[in-house]
């Protein structure tokens, strides 16, 4: 088992992690092209969920076996590779994964499972070990079984089975804390980076979605040229929220704070992707074929998803700290914890009145500046600090004596 951050070791992500995520970005790509033609409320919503948490979960389980365990070796490298072939199997069967292709989509799934089970299984060697590798085994067995029995029985039950067995595999390494707390430290840096790539990729998608809704236009007028410029800003804004709100920082000591920081990067992705979803609907129907009123029904979910990143980024605050490396590199470290939330709940409060007080003349340029302002308010309390803090230093540096 890996001791990079018991011997204060920085490690970054390696080649071989870096490519295994490419076989992501295509699974990211079928579900952001899903939810784009499912986005009809909460069942559209719920059966997007039902396909993202299974595919992260995967991800998950296998970046956490390369913290703990990985090497840089035949083996490792082959089977990484082989791993891969179910879940291009899984992104091939997302766009029909609750009608016809259930079968394959559970099949791919189920192997996928048994080779991360397999991994976890031959990697321990000591008790502690083996008792965290029983415990994940155990879910991803649980799991297995209910996407197995869900292959014979009807639609209507196989979506809660695979439920079912979502939550059998997001609980199951909740049962191993007590484990997890005697075993050497999760690095500080490998971990987050490897979570910041995952972000940056989901976020690479909504860029394409918006860069997609433009070329099925067919003529580009300067209203959908402006709602394009506010989509890629609203990309923008969370990207920078993520990175100066979340990757400066690192999450607290105890195991119960990192696997709390890991977890909530599961409704951040999914509220970023359904997010950009919505967008990508607005820019591509007849709501900007002129200063149309968007339903609102979708201008709440659009608000709910906003919200939810906005939220989320303030649970991974509260499960993080600041730390004294990045302090030369973001000066708003020095900023209050309280004023570091404060003012995010500003912004979704700002989104919130905004949509509920106008909902009635809302067009779709008017809807995404409210939700682009509600994002800019926390980054603007950023900048203020970015810009104290580099006035304060040249201050400080005109002050000292030439040599």
């Given at each position: ?38 986005f009809d409320g909460f069942n559209g ?41 179910p879940i291009a199997g899984m992104a ?56 197995i029995a869900s292959i014979f029985v ?250």
């Amino acid at each position: 088992m890996r001791t990079d951050a018991d011997m204060a070791l920085e490690r970054k992500a390696s080649w071989l992690e870096l490519f295994w995520d490419l076989i992501f970005v295509a699974v990211l790509a079928e579900l952001s092209h899903y939810i784009v033609h499912h986005f009809d409320g909460f069942n559209g919503i719920f059966s997007f969920m039902l396909l993202f948490v299974p595919v992260w979960w995967i991800w998950n389980g296998i970046t956490f076996y390369n913290e703990r365990y990985e090497v840089n070796n035949v083996r490792h490298r082959v089977i990484t590779v082989v791993t891969m072939i179910p879940i291009a199997g899984m992104a091939y069967s997302i766009h029909d994964a609750l009608g016809e292709m259930a079968a394959t989509f559970a099949i791919c799934n189920i192997v996928a499972r048994l080779m991360l089970a397999y991994l976890w299984m031959s990697a321990c060697r000591t008790p502690l070990e083996r008792q965290l590798s029983t415990h994940f085994s155990i879910g991803l067995a649980v799991s297995s079984g209910l996407f197995i029995a869900s292959i014979f029985v009807n639609p209507e039950y196989r979506i809660w089975l695979w439920a079912l067995a979502s939550i059998a595999d997001l609980s199951s390494p909740l049962f191993s804390l007590h484990v997890q707390a005697k075993l050497p430290k999760i690095s500080t840096s490998h971990l987050p980076e490897r979570f910041g790539l995952l972000i940056i990729i989901t976020l690479g998608e909504t860029v394409m979605s918006s860069i997609k809704g433009l070329t099925e236009l067919k003529h580009l007028s300067w209203l959908t040229a402006v709602i394009a410029i506010e989509s890629l800003l609203i990309t923008f804004l969370i990207w920078w929220l993520y990175i100066d709100h979340v990757m400066y920082r690192i999450f607290k000591p105890k195991i119960f704070y990192a696997l709390s920081w890991c977890y909530l990067h599961l409704p951040l992705s999914i509220a970023i992707i359904a997010l950009s979803a919505g967008i990508s609907i607005i820019t591509t129907t007849f709501y900007t074929g002129a200063v149309a009123h968007v339903p609102i029904h979708m201008q709440w979910i659009l608000v709910l998803f906003a919200s939810a990143t906005l939220l989320t980024i303030i649970l991974l605050n509260k499960v993080s700290e600041s730390h004294p490396h990045n302090d030369g590199i973001v000066d708003f470290h020095h900023i209050a914890e309280r004023d570091l939330i404060l003012y995010k709940v500003y912004g979704i409060a700002f989104i919130v009145l905004a949509v509920l007080l106008f909902n009635k003349y809302l067009a779709p340029v008017y809807l995404l500046l409210i939700i682009a302002i509600g994002l800019f308010i926390p980054v603007a309390q950023g900048l203020h600090a970015w810009v104290k803090g580099h006035t304060a230093n040249v201050e400080e540096q005109a002050d000292q004596p030439l040599l």
